[in-house]
């Protein structure tokens, strides 16, 4: 196939595509995007690989021609562009995507260490992650998350978003100049899937009284029956509770600084602490042995996300029944026995609502309000409901008192 002139190239600027202009020469056109690219084989990989030779735009043929000769000059003498780019020696070129996470995730300053030890967890979840990242196909990742779409479509979501962060600073270094993990690529290699919303079961909010004495019979033994009974007072979700840190607790104040990096919605969360949350908080700095709240007796960091799920499905025999859903008996509780406004509720449940002047009121007028209806909520759990109803009657006064 013959090489073609400037003018025909000049013709296919237009023309979005990859088009053949010289050998292992390309021009890729996307829109505004025009650049020069070079095929070749990774001397480091033995796999199809692509270099940058310039914007199509600024550059000329004859320019990108003799990039493309130096660009096959290295690799004839065993040499990833790449590496020597960066200074590197050849056997320093096969960067595996292992490793690039782990860089990645230090360049996160702003990460908690909860997110951090997240995203290295998905991260390393995927097959390639010993290859190195410059070799790593489209065809690699939709392997490797297909088993995770129709089984676990969250945590699959979850992995494929680590993943493109990754690739993002490996194309941001030019080490490749494509992102296979991006949805626009990896959306024709996945079945599309329809969206059903998920109803956690959940304990029934007359049963918890019940359920929160059988529960307390086993605390002595089982450190993830005292974090249980913790999350249900507080309607925190399961992330946020294991990995709290002993620096987030005020006893003075009684009440748990959430800070934002460790929340769902990104925003810091105070909660408000009844007495029963304070005295499980106190039990456990009296055991305290690091700065994590709920430090698993067995391994380094805190307990396992599975911990509380493992408790009651094996230890109390609620096969049925999910940690998350007690969110759900907290919030049908308040809906159905209190007088609790839906904002306050959202509150609680830490729902990112309305716009950043609601956000801010509930950040600080909600928060009172929230500590009397989870002072009665763990009331009520414990037991001390009065005899005629399911709840102690409520104070208006008490409640505006708390504004």
Not at 71 to 83: E, F, R, T, W
Not at 177 to 189: C, M, R
Request: aromatic content about 8%.
């Amino acid at each position: 196939m013959k090489d073609l002139t400037a003018k025909q190239v000049e013709k296919l600027l237009t023309k979005d595509g990859r088009h053949r202009v010289a050998k292992h020469l390309y021009i890729h056109v996307n829109g505004s995007n025009r650049r020069y690219l070079v095929r070749f084989q990774n001397p480091a990989t033995g796999k199809p690989s692509e270099a940058a030779a310039g914007d199509a735009m600024t550059t000329s043929l004859d320019a990108a021609k003799d990039k493309r000769d130096t660009i096959m000059k290295l690799v004839a003498q065993g040499v990833s562009p790449s590496a020597a780019k960066r200074g590197k020696a050849p056997g320093d070129a096969g960067l595996t995507f292992e490793q690039a996470a782990e860089e990645y995730a230090r360049l996160k300053d702003d990460w908690g260490s909860h997110h951090r030890e997240a995203f290295l967890r998905y991260a390393k979840q995927a097959a390639f992650a010993g290859l190195p990242v410059a070799s790593i196909t489209a065809a690699d990742v939709t392997a490797a998350i297909k088993p995770k779409w129709s089984t676990a479509p969250v945590a699959a979501k979850h992995c494929l978003m680590a993943w493109r962060g990754v690739f993002d600073m490996v194309r941001g270094r030019e080490l490749r100049i494509d992102n296979p993990a991006e949805w626009a690529v990896q959306k024709w290699h996945l079945a599309k899937r329809k969206h059903v919303t998920v109803h956690h079961p959940a304990v029934a909010h007359a049963d918890m009284p019940a359920f929160i004495k059988a529960l307390r019979e086993l605390q002595a033994k089982h450190l993830p029956a005292l974090a249980l009974e913790l999350l249900i007072l507080t309607g925190v979700r399961s992330g946020e509770l294991l990995g709290a840190t002993w620096s987030e607790v005020d006893f003075d104040a009684k009440l748990w600084k959430i800070p934002g990096d460790r929340m769902k919605g990104g925003i810091d969360h105070a909660v408000p602490l009844s007495q029963r949350a304070v005295e499980i908080l106190k039990a456990q700095h009296a055991v305290k042995v690091s700065e994590f709240v709920w430090q698993s007796p067995v391994k380094k960091g805190p307990l396992a996300e599975g911990a509380m799920f493992h408790f009651l499905r094996w230890n109390m025999g609620k096969k049925g029944v999910t940690v998350h859903g007690f969110r759900s008996t907290l919030r049908d509780w308040l809906h159905s026995e209190t007088d609790c406004p839906f904002e306050v509720g959202e509150n609680i449940l830490s729902h990112v609502i309305g716009n950043e002047a609601t956000r801010a009121y509930l950040r600080t007028a909600a928060t009172g309000k929230a500590r009397v209806y989870l002072d009665r909520w763990s009331a009520f759990i414990s037991g001390e409901a009065t005899p005629g109803g399911n709840v102690l009657p409520f104070s208006t006064a008490a409640v505006q008192a708390a504004s």
